[in-house]
């Protein structure tokens, strides 16, 4: 076998500092409970220091206030459990995992995604495993486990390197993390913060889990064609074939076929059923009072997390049933029970963010960046496609050293959101700016979790391997992920298409 020997850059130098600074990074809880004292000491020196800004819109001066005074600490003491409870990503992530974890735990991604990659033609095997890969973030972060080695695995028993299979699956399930055909548990989990800062500027504001869908639908099509090119073009010549063991996918068992196929009918049948509830003028997905099917009062708009819940608890529980993984009741309540169980770390963090964002918004420090920002921004002249632009790279180089998509935009939407919206901006793109940052640089960042996982997999293959290898041929997805992306989302603001339904791009 030939390993892949290279010199070692002043590039690959760079990204060994920044995985020794990134470990010095304290984990995410504490990181909040950082910036929630930080919260709470700015807000007494500035009330101290009678820092103000006028609202734009109700030309009303707003000074911050002081969390230290009595009212203040009453006020925390006393809402800390109602911040907890109304956290809105708390409520929609646990609902979401009540049908993915279902999913997932019966194994009916795995099983999908291994019948999927089976019998392929070797000149479609690379686009299949981008769209495939792409397509897995849907379940989550099961698509950063199980694509990789199967990707790798396919390859090799088409005699194809299986680093370059196992590279870009990675690339494409890290770097296009926000595309997806489907409206999934991403859409969801980042849209509560995102209604949150947006009601920090307007009380009224309403953002849906599906305000980016249109935009992601283009934009999978669109990175399965890159990351296909990229792939073909760039990394599989300069990986080179190699001199590796054919090795082949574990077949899809006899009742995971079954169970797959009854599965896919439960699946049809629920989306059939949705949509004879919605297309019938009155149908009970549709606004009683307008009739709309995509107005933010419609059932279907307010119901759209419990229905996509629905989407994988049915198929999953059939899948579940049919292959034998849920034989009772019992089995249900276990493997729910084990999937909230995962979600305990997220729901201590939950904690602290809700503390902290909450401490952001009463001391009016949100809202008065945001005011100071865009008065900057307006005062600096840029064209709005530059502050697009801008704030994808802000996102992306943050992403470097900050890995959770929750974390971050817990941290930047009170600010940006509100800050885009008195330019005119819409929370959707915003928000869809923000997750093109967010997923271009999961691709070549050592801090990402799953990265370690990525060289465990590859040394199986290539024990000297290092993380320089994986990375410099991973940089040229990271690339051209974000020149794509980029052009698209200023075409789209310049064209002025909607984001999602009811979602346009201004305000």
């Not at 198929?315 to 995962?342: H, N, R, T, W």
């Amino acid at each position: 076998m030939e390993s892949v020997k290279r010199k070692k850059s002043k590039f690959n130098t760079f990204l060994d500092w920044l995985e020794r600074a990134g470990n010095k990074l304290p984990e995410p809880l504490t990181l909040f409970v950082w910036l929630a004292f930080i919260a709470i000491l700015i807000s007494f020196i500035g009330s101290l220091m009678g820092v103000s800004a006028v609202h734009p819109l109700t030309n009303k001066t707003i000074t911050v206030i002081n969390l230290l005074s009595k009212e203040g600490i009453q006020k925390m003491l006393m809402n800390a459990v109602s911040n907890f409870a109304n956290f809105p990503p708390l409520g929609l992530v646990l609902t979401c995992i009540l049908g993915v974890g279902l999913a997932e735990k019966t194994g009916l991604f795995s099983a999908l995604l291994r019948k999927s990659l089976s019998n392929v033609k070797k000149s479609r095997i690379v686009m299949l495993v981008v769209f495939t890969s792409i397509m897995a973030n849907a379940a989550a972060d099961t698509g950063f486990i199980v694509m990789p080695p199967l990707a790798a695995m396919l390859f090799a028993s088409a005699g194809m390197n299986p680093l370059v299979g196992m590279m870009v699956s990675y690339a494409s399930v890290a770097g296009g993390f926000s595309a997806n055909l489907l409206v999934n548990s991403l859409d969801v989990l980042v849209v509560g913060f995102t209604q949150s800062a947006a009601e920090l500027l307007d009380p009224s504001a309403v953002v849906n889990p599906a305000c980016n869908w249109y935009f992601l639908i283009v934009s999978t099509i669109l990175l399965t064609a890159t990351a296909t090119l990229v792939t073909t073009k760039v990394v599989a010549p300069r990986m080179g074939k190699g001199n590796f063991l054919v090795e082949r996918v574990e077949e899809v068992t006899e009742s995971e076929v079954k169970g797959l196929k009854y599965a896919g009918i439960a699946t049809l049948a629920y989306l059939i059923l949705c949509i004879i509830l919605a297309m019938p003028q009155g149908g009970l997905l549709r606004d009683p009072e307008t009739g709309s099917l995509l107005s933010f009062s419609s059932p279907l708009m307010k119901g759209l997390v419990p229905l996509i819940t629905l989407l994988f608890f049915i198929p999953g529980y059939v899948f579940g049933k049919v292959s034998g993984k849920i034989k009772s009741d019992k089995d249900i309540v276990a493997i729910l029970g084990q999937a909230m169980a995962e979600m305990g770390p997220y729901i201590v963090l939950s904690f602290v963010i809700a503390q902290f964002i909450n401490y952001f918004n009463w001391s009016n420090l949100g809202i008065i960046m945001a005011i100071k920002g865009a008065d900057f921004l307006k005062n600096l002249g840029a064209p709005a496609p530059i502050l697009l632009v801008s704030f994808i790279i802000i996102s992306a180089l943050i992403n470097l050293f900050v890995g959770s998509c929750s974390a971050k935009w817990a941290i930047l939407s009170p600010i940006f959101v509100p800050m885009f919206m008195l330019l005119g901006f819409s929370p959707a793109l915003t928000q869809m700016a923000y997750r093109i940052g967010d997923s271009i640089t999961n691709v070549i960042t050592p801090l990402l979790p799953y990265f370690a996982i990525l060289v465990a997999f590859a040394k199986k293959y290539d024990k000297n391997l290092g993380m320089g290898t994986l990375i410099a041929n991973m940089l040229p997805y990271t690339i051209a992920f974000f020149i794509l992306w980029s052009i698209q989302i200023v075409l789209w603001f310049l064209i002025g298409l909607p984001l999602g339904p009811g979602s346009p791009v201004l305000l």
